[in-house]
């Protein structure tokens, strides 16, 4: 685990890493370690409305992507450790390039409770320089299992998860699990 | 009559109605099966239990909410959590009833359902900085069916909280984080009750569970 022990304060009842489970066979939570392999489920794509910001624009797109493996950091401009891997993601954008579909996405209610330009001011003020989308519903964050701010998740082409952390990650960290995916 | 006695009143009604139910669905109370997993030794609610009958102000609403009101009206998700959380959990928390409450709206049915988040922070917890806290996270306030429950006290609410629920909460020193100067360490806790009051599922690991398990559970339960 490369990212920062959100979890680590606490009290650790016997029974925290239990769940009641789910319905219809589905088990509780995986947590928010690596996900691997090629047992998980495919992560049917939805439509995911970009901002007009730096590096960004009034748009939408596919997330995950259909042709290309898709890296999402789920924040809020609410978020100060989000703020705080703002400079991480900003190198981890440039190095892996364009053949990943690489997007920030805040699941603030976007258009209810805070504006596009509030989102478009934070991205100017931490330097965003990349995709930023808006997931106002959670729908994504539901799909993904966002279980912090902020949380890393890696989809490889197929739209299986293959990595997804909560926590600061390093420009390292982001790129050694982006890459991972596109030597697949 | 006030408007809480006219709610006991419709609760009533809504057992008796309920009670023509029961045998569709085989004489059990709940909706849900048994988890996989048994937690009915755990220290808090689980499946089959009823939930805790609590009364707590509603800060933002200005009106006390008393779980036994949405007894024959709304189902319940029910958390516990505070707003100066530095490790991201009470947001991960909030974000399961806050899909939910998205969920129930796009479904037609946000007066079936109640969300309760419970702070154990009423000192800083206060009704303007609860309602920033909603606006950040995505909280509709203006459905109605949202409430967020503030003991009178720090102290009232360990009571409560601890004989209730199960859930022990000490005030800690926060030194590993800038500008906090205490923090509560718990566990994230979610429980789904019925319309009837019963626990359908309870969550311990509420910050990390499936939002989808968690969405699907509480669908399944709230229109049954």
């Known amino acids: 685990m490369g990212g920062a022990g959100l979890f680590a304060a606490g009290a650790t009842p016997s029974v925290f890493d239990s769940n009641d489970g789910g319905t219809g066979g589905t088990t509780g939570s995986d947590g928010d370690t690596d996900k691997g392999g090629d047992e998980t489920e495919v992560i049917e794509p939805m439509t995911i409305e970009t901002i007009d910001a730096p590096g960004s624009r009034d748009d939408e797109v596919t997330v995950p992507a259909t042709e290309q493996p898709t890296f999402v950091d789920f924040f809020g401009t609410w978020c100060p450790p989000c703020a705080e891997q703002m400079p991480a993601l900003g190198t981890a954008s440039d190095r892996v390039g364009d053949d990943v579909r690489f997007i920030s996405v805040t699941t603030e209610a976007v258009g209810r409770s805070v504006t596009e330009s509030e989102i478009a001011d934070w991205w100017i003020e931490n330097d965003g320089d990349w995709l930023v989308g808006a997931d106002p519903t959670a729908e994504l964050a539901a799909k993904l299992n966002v279980s912090a701010y902020p949380t890393a998740v890696v989809l490889d082409v197929s739209g299986r998860i293959q990595w997804s952390e909560s926590g600061v990650h390093t420009a390292d960290e982001l790129v050694t699990e982006i890459e991972r995916v596109l030597d697949r | ?224």
């Open chain 2, 1 to 224: 009559m006030n408007r809480r006695d006219s709610l006991r009143s419709i609760a009533s009604a809504g057992v008796v109605a309920t009670a023509g139910c029961l045998g569709v669905l085989g004489g059990d109370r709940t909706v849900l099966d048994p988890p996989e997993q048994d937690l009915s030794a755990a220290a808090h609610p689980s499946h089959g239990d009823e939930l805790p009958a609590i009364e707590l102000p509603d800060p933002i609403a200005g009106e006390e909410i008393a779980t036994e009101d949405f007894n024959g009206e709304r189902a319940v998700l029910l958390t516990f959590f505070y707003t100066n959380c530095p490790d991201g959990v009470c947001p991960a928390l909030v974000l399961r009833l806050r899909r939910a409450q998205e969920v129930a709206a796009e479904g037609g049915y946000s007066d079936d359902a109640a969300f309760l988040a419970a702070t154990f922070d009423p000192e800083r917890d206060t009704a303007p900085v609860l309602e920033d806290y909603a606006s950040q996270q995505g909280v509709n306030l203006e459905t109605g069916n949202w409430h967020f429950l503030r003991p009178e006290s720090y102290e009232a609410g360990q009571t409560l909280y601890e004989e209730e629920f199960g859930l022990v909460i000490e005030k800690a020193p926060a030194d590993n984080y800038e500008n906090l100067e205490y923090q509560f360490p718990h566990y994230g806790l979610i429980l789904l009750a019925n319309d009837r009051g019963i626990v359908e599922r309870a969550y311990p690991n509420g910050a990390g569970v499936d939002i989808e398990t968690v969405v699907n559970d509480f669908e399944q339960v709230v229109t049954a």
